[in-house]
């Protein structure tokens, strides 16, 4: 059985989303292209948005990672001013978007409006009414690696609809399968019906 990995950084993952690496033509697999916020340069912004849009084709599944994070230099202001060009270029294009948040779930959250494509919220790591009023708000979450020994995270994974939710590696090195089981486990459900719903929840998003 193939597990889809919703967010990846392998270029020999074919079976999934392939996040693109900046400034380089992305591989010929399903990717989605963004501009994280660690690697905004806020001189060569129009290039970078250039770079976005030329190397849009039809493996792009989405935009991203695109977000805010609290930890990184960049002035929050650019951030948000580049994220929701992201926003924006995601509306036009009709593709669902891929956050990268750290420490800003209620900005993000304010910039749900904007948006009229689904947004996912990839390695989500945080506490449960975090992610209630997330649900709250309409996003998916994309759980990896620490839900194999999070117990929070496990609790919170339990009980989100499992209509809200990809399962991702992201930069971690491990089997997939596993955090599948986990999940199926957790859910009370079998890896097939898992694995079913997780392909009907891509096919959802894809379709805004
Ligand atoms: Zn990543």
Redesign the pocket.
Known sequence: MDFFDF?H?KKNVAYGIY?AEPNVTPPDIPYSIGIHPKDIDINLIDNQLDWLLSNINENCLAIG?CGLDSLVSIDQKIQEEVFLKQIKIANELKKPLII?CVRKFYEVISFKKYAEQPMII??FNKKQNIAEDLLKKNFYLSFGKPVLYNLSLQHILKIKPLDKIFLET??EDFNLEELYKKTSELKGISLEKLNEQIIENLETIKNG
């Open positions: 967010h950084h996040n990672e990268h990839h390695g992201d930069n």
